[in-house]
């Protein structure tokens, strides 16, 4: 019987057996120990930089609406088209805004628009409360003081302005004619001990806790009810909306009382148009 050559070894062999594959290649004995030297190979190394990164963030919540860069983006649109007092824009920039509107709307509580909050009511565009409230800190007597004092609120709606005043007053009083926006609005505004809501007229203002460093309203009628002058404190000051002096439309009027060594008046003003549900007396 004619024997079998012997076969040529297999693997394994040794790092040191294996030559180069290719003339001029090193062998792969050079190659694992250059391989050595350099840096190790890291596979977690993305893992660690996506958690390192993510630890530097604010992970929105919910549908992220709970995220301050939304409000600032909200805010510097504000601040684009001319709204400039930065404790104003800062109040804005607080306040989540989606907290006061129904969740089928939430995605749209940061756009500068006004929301329907139910009973034929809206929440204002937010460049038109930002307007109102810039207007009652350029008052002379909240100049001096350096914030808005005692606050009346005509209309509270869902609470969103009252919260907001709240980050420019000391003690804010909201009147709401309807229960159900009452109720709604006293459930938002848990916590906030300084904003007192009272279910009633506004037209009447509240005299209880007259009178007040500022006066705001949310609904505009013909005139200025004689309720609130006679609850504005003097160097007060009162903004409202209004129908124009045309009978068409409204306009943001302004009144500051005054009272000096010719007695006291009060100094009106008109501003631009804007458009408020319609002010109306009563309890629902």
């Avoid at 004689?226 to 943001?252: F, I, N």
């Amino acid at each position: 019987m004619t024997s079998l050559p012997p076969r040529p070894k297999r693997f394994p062999l040794s790092l040191d057996k294996l030559g180069a594959t290719r003339p001029g290649a090193p062998s792969v004995a050079a190659a694992a120990a250059a391989a050595e030297a350099r840096e190790p190979l890291k596979p977690q190394g993305h893992w660690q930089q996506a958690a390192a990164i993510k630890a530097r963030q604010t992970t929105p919540i919910g549908l992220g609406l709970d995220s301050a860069g939304v409000r600032q983006r909200m805010v510097e649109r504000l601040r684009r088209e001319g709204l400039s007092d930065e404790r104003v824009l800062q109040a804005l920039a607080t306040v989540q805004r989606h907290h006061f509107v129904d969740s089928a709307l939430a995605t749209q509580a940061y756009e500068d628009t006004s929301l329907p909050i139910g009973h034929g009511q809206t929440i204002s565009k937010p460049s038109v409360v930002g307007r109102m409230m810039a207007l009652m800190l350029d008052a002379p007597g909240a100049r001096q003081r350096g914030h808005l004092g005692k606050v009346l609120e005509i209309g509270t709606g869902c609470g969103y302005q009252a919260a907001l005043l709240m980050q420019l007053a000391k003690q804010v009083v909201s009147v709401e004619r309807l229960k159900p926006l009452h109720d709604k609005a006293r459930a938002n505004l848990v916590g906030h001990h300084q904003i007192r809501l009272v279910y009633g007229d506004g037209m009447l203002g509240h005299r209880p806790s007259a009178p007040y460093d500022s006066i705001i309203s949310a609904a505009g009628g013909d005139d200025i009810p004689q309720a609130w002058l006679d609850q504005l404190a003097p160097g007060g000051r009162l903004v409202a909306p209004m129908t124009a002096p045309s009978g068409r439309g409204q306009v943001l009027v302004l009144i500051d009382h005054v009272r000096d060594a010719a007695g006291s008046r009060f100094l009106r003003s008109l501003h631009e148009a804007v458009l408020f549900v319609p002010l109306k007396s009563g309890v629902l």
